[in-house]
């Protein structure tokens, strides 16, 4: 299976396969209005992958069946254009989703980490490896640069996946919608045990 960072010939079909990935996540639900989700869903991640793109850090597994998407140390605050955008898709959620985003933010390591903003496999995928393949090469380069990921999510699931590949549940807490959250870091190899 090949691994590779996306280029912009990926950007669709790694819209397609994130949206289809976090359709049925609470997080999403809660966030995202029910009229049009389907399309404001795909256009968000569209809006989430150009950006990741941009950073060098977007990654695809089996021809985008898989994708992630890395923030590296320092990159992408939020830019207000960015955030115009993502206000326009989200409408009136866009107040429950910012409130999540910052609460994130909030539990994150201080010190210089990469951070897993979004990892998914298209559903017929799902189980066959390319989540964990995904992620594998920003995780090696981690551990070469002796520094720590970080990631969350919203399901136990997701949090057990990503325990498998080293990663340490630091918190878990309730997000304004109601929903959980597992907020999670690996530390680099040097001080894994």
Known sequence: MTVRRATAADLDRVADT???AFANDAHVRATVPAAGFEERLRSLYALYAETTLALGELWVAGDGAA???WQPPGGAPAAPALKERVAELLGER???YAAAASLGAAHRPER?????AGMGTAPEHQGSGLGGAVIAPVLARCDAEGLPAATDTSTALGA?????????VTTRYEEPS???VWVLCRPPAAQRG
């Open 160 to 168: 057990a996946f990503y325990e498998r590949r080293g990663f340490v």
């Open 94 to 96: 866009f107040g429950a």
């Open 178 to 180: 109601g929903g959980p």
């Open 67 to 69: 994708a992630a998407m």
């Open 112 to 116: 210089e980490h990469f951070y897993l």
């Open 18 to 20: 994130l949206a289809r």
